[in-house]
């Protein structure tokens, strides 16, 4: 089935920025939407942000405006870029998928495939 295979994640101050990165190359199912998670420290697994082929974008009401998922389909690789960090989104980040046949549309719950994280600390 091959992986996803998170990276980015780091320590960065309030106000900063990061960018992390999917790479999918290795997964062996292609989808047509795909997305981010987030799991903070003791907390439950969320959608934040889904991007379908057809372009169309969803993201959670804290994220809005500060975060964007995009992708690189000749490398392979779902991003997701942060601003304007703030220590409530602290936590793991997966890249995820929705293996949904007619998936695109979809909402930021239906994802059924993730990575193994990559963890975001922001510092007051």
Not at 2 to 15: N, P, T, W
Request: proline residues 2%.
């Amino acid at each position: 089935q091959g992986r996803l295979v998170e990276s980015g994640g780091d320590s960065v101050q309030a106000g900063g920025s990061l960018r992390l990165s999917c790479d999918t190359s290795g997964y062996t199912y292609r989808s047509d939407c795909m997305g981010w998670l987030r799991q903070p420290r003791g907390g439950e697994r969320e959608g934040i942000a889904r991007l379908d082929s057809d372009g169309t974008t969803t993201y959670i009401d804290s994220v809005k405006g500060r975060f964007t998922v995009s992708r690189d389909t000749a490398k392979a690789i779902l991003y997701l870029q942060m601003n304007d960090l703030e220590p409530a989104v602290t936590g793991m980040y997966y890249c995820a998928v929705d293996h949904r046949r007619n998936c695109k549309g979809g909402s930021l719950d239906q994802f059924s495939q993730w990575g193994e994280g990559t963890q975001v600390f922001v510092s007051s």
